[in-house]
């Protein structure tokens, strides 16, 4: 009989103060919500997603994830309608549940992203049959205060607005994570009002009426796995959080963070040893990076493969591209979408490239554009190069055969092949094909006056210009 996860995220999160639904504001480039679906342990079958606010942005990322692959399980969102409590959105995901064949229902918040796949495992595990996760907080104000019984179990959770003084004491909170015997649940939520101080159905009472029944076990948790994002600050608080939490493991497995306070290093991300990862460098997305390969201070790298050994020196932006071993880019670099560099290919300062592929041992050192290009093995591409690959209309490719030298500041006008061996001379604009072994220049004859510069001189003077 399977387990299914509740995950309740049709919340506005006013206080996010933003247009972005809450729960698909990002923790290390990974929207909350992604976090929370990521952490679902093989024992969850399927997840019920309870959204509203911002419906068709969550939908559309939910759909999303799962065509990337990136979803534990199959994931079914479903509309609350107007948001009347957490108990309401319980109600609204009864019927998917039952058309589940839900036996054991796991409820999350897609507004608490950093909980753990281990801490969702024992919600999931039969052991108890019943659970709510709770936290010790210094300053429970807001939560609802967990109230349990001699032997541990859960008697209570009061909401803060409707809880006496005495109960407002209790430092113990709701973490708004359970595990739940369907059935039970399913005629607790039947039986919800919404007498009380927010006018809500509570899922809290949901909760108290099965362990009316059935023991709620009760299990403490780090208040970091539970901490919800309400705020910018509480965002800013989970990435911290989240980042000392990655890199710490990062550097268990042998890599070195020469600042890990300031390297923010994306869940998706897979290290080699060996690697070094810079101050203020981002791993976004899906990164692989290989063994020893250095990625530089202030390097932006989003979903790419970096092979092993290369160096991306300082302050390069990597998008959707991958990096072979041996490589050395930037600093400074810009590769775009598309971009392929095989083995031993240096790029250097201020190139920029898109759909671009090099192979091994091309160099493209100094101020170029390179797109919808291809650049053959050992090619030497000077500084200035830039692919003209767009007429207006339409774009076209650029092929460069293998060995080929092109000297500084020329243009390649697109379509156009230069074959193997070929060399252009510097400052030349190349409009049609340059045949293997060629060797092509487009050059205005240079012209030189003997002493025309100083007759050009005396006349500025002349006119009380500067000499
Ligand atoms: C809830 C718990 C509280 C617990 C706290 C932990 C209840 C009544 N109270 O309080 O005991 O200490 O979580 O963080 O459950 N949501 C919906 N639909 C709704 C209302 C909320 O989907 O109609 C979602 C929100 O988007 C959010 C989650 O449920 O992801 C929790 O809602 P929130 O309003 O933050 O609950 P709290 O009042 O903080
Ligand atoms: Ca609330």
């Not at 807001?142 to 430092?171: C, F, I, N, P, T």
């Not at 600050?233 to 990435?239: T, Y």
């Not at 869940?267 to 040893?273: D, V």
């Not at 493969?305 to 959707?320: K, L, N, Q, T």
């Amino acid at each position: 009989m399977p387990t299914i996860a509740l995950i309740l995220a049709a919340g506005l999160g006013k206080r996010m103060q933003s247009a972005l639904p809450k729960v698909l504001h990002p923790i290390l480039g990974d929207p909350s919500l992604l976090w929370v679906l990521r952490a679902l342990p093989p024992a969850v079958a399927a997840a019920v997603v309870v959204v509203h606010h911002g419906r068709e942005r969550v939908e559309e990322a939910l759909q999303a994830w799962a065509a990337q692959g990136l979803l534990p399980c199959p994931v079914t969102p479903v509309d609350q309608g107007e948001p009347l409590g957490t108990g309401h959105a319980a109600q609204r995901a009864a019927q998917e549940l039952d058309r589940l064949g839900a036996d054991r229902v796991v409820v999350l918040c897609g507004d608490v992203p950093l909980i753990r796949t281990e801490t969702v495992g024992r919600l999931a595990g039969a052991q108890d049959e019943a659970m709510l996760l709770a936290m010790d907080l210094d300053d429970p104000a807001g939560y609802g205060r967990v109230v349990q019984r001699r032997d541990g179990s859960l008697e209570a959770v009061v909401e803060h607005k409707d809880a006496s003084e005495a109960v407002r004491a209790l430092r113990r909170v709701n973490g708004g994570a359970y595990a739940l015997p369907w059935q039970s649940l399913k005629q607790a939520l039947a039986r919800l009002s919404n007498a009380n101080a927010q006018g809500e159905y509570y899922l809290t009472d949901a909760v108290m009426d099965v362990a009316a029944r059935t023991p709620v076990a009760v299990e403490l948790c780090d208040p970091e796995e539970l901490l919800g994002m309400n705020s910018r600050a509480d965002q800013a608080r989970l990435q911290a959080y989240a980042r000392d939490r990655i890199n710490g493991a990062w550097m268990e497995a042998g890599v070195t963070f020469l600042d890990p306070a300031t390297a923010l290093v994306g869940p998706r991300a897979a290290l080699a040893r060996d690697v070094v990862v810079g101050p203020g460098a981002q791993l976004r997305g899906s990164v692989a990076v290989g063994e020893g390969t250095v990625v530089g201070q202030g390097c932006v790298l989003s979903d790419c493969r970096v092979g092993a050994g290369a160096e991306i020196r300082p302050y390069c932006v990597i998008d959707r591209s991958e990096v072979g071993p041996d490589c050395r880019v930037g600093p400074f670099a810009h590769l775009r979408e598309g971009t392929r560099l095989e083995a031993r290919v240096h790029v250097g300062n201020f190139v920029e490239t898109k759909k671009a592929t090099l192979h091994p041992g091309a160099k493209a050192n100094h101020l170029s554009y390179l797109g919808d290009a291809e650049v053959g093995e050992d090619s030497n591409i000077g500084a200035g190069l830039i692919t003209c690959n767009y007429d207006g209309f339409n774009k076209h490719r650029t092929t460069i055969g293998r060995n080929v030298f092109v000297g500084s500041d020329c243009q390649l006008v697109a379509p156009v092949t230069l074959g193997d061996e070929a060399i252009i001379g510097a400052g030349s604009t190349i409009t049609r094909d340059v045949p293997p072994g060629a060797l092509a220049l487009s050059r205005a004859p240079m012209v030189v006056k003997e002493d025309a510069a100083g007759v050009l001189r005396r006349k500025q003077k002349a006119r009380g210009g500067q000499s």
